[in-house]
């Protein structure tokens, strides 16, 4: 079997970085980088904070600042919808071990699952679950197949999995999300790439085409 390049990406919900990283990763693979192995992990950002010794940036008030028009311009650059949520930041640890559920149990409807962004595109309460089965029902079948999911990710495998995603980041350096781990084809090193402006550097890495952020506009 011909060795692939693997991209590696652990995100939450919460993370407007997240939101912005985890659409243009998908679209990339979509459209440039096919031949890429790409795998989304959920963690709990909250647990990478405290874990790593990291604040969020709206601590210090001129990053909060710069933060909120970075979002705006970027939003315009990539023609991905942004609506800040007024209720940020907002606890999404139901939300995160309801992907995992996903991932696990309805696995080819991950993708729609998590590019269907109630939060950073609409302003809903993620951390209520009927706004979760109102979001997802469409795509997994109904609200009864969202309740049923809602119900496995309580269980203790997966909140011991999201711990271990969180962990597992840590141990490998994380600090903030979304995070990236890409390996190049035929090597064991394993680089990390922090936030959604580094895919052009990721591009440089593993020899591919970037045709830039506003590549979502195009499709």
Sequence with gaps: MTARHSITCYYD??????????????????????????????????????GSGNQ???????????????????????????????N????????MRLLLAVQRHASDKYIQCIEKDEYWAKDKNISEPEVLIAALAPILGGADKVQQLLK?????????????????????????????FVKKAGSNKEMMFFGSDRFEVM??????????????SKL
């Design 13 to 50: 919900v919460v993370s407007p970085y997240s939101y912005f990283g985890v659409l243009l990763l998908n679209k990339l693979k979509a459209t440039h980088w096919a031949n890429v192995d790409v795998e989304l992990k959920p963690f709990f950002l909250h647990g990478i904070m405290q």
């Design 152 to 180: 496995l990710s309580t269980d203790k495998e997966i909140k011991q999995a999201l711990t271990n995603n969180t962990n597992e980041a840590l141990e490998k350096g994380a600090f903030g999300a979304p995070t990236f």
């Design 88 to 95: 940020f930041p907002v606890m999404t640890v139901g939300a």
């Design 56 to 86: 969020p940036p709206a601590t210090v008030a001129a990053k909060g600042k710069y933060m909120f028009g970075d979002l705006i311009q970027v939003s315009k650059v990539s023609g991905l919808p942004l609506k800040f949520p007024s």
């Design 203 to 216: 591009a440089a890495l593993l020899e591919l085409p970037y045709p830039g952020i506003n590549m979502s």
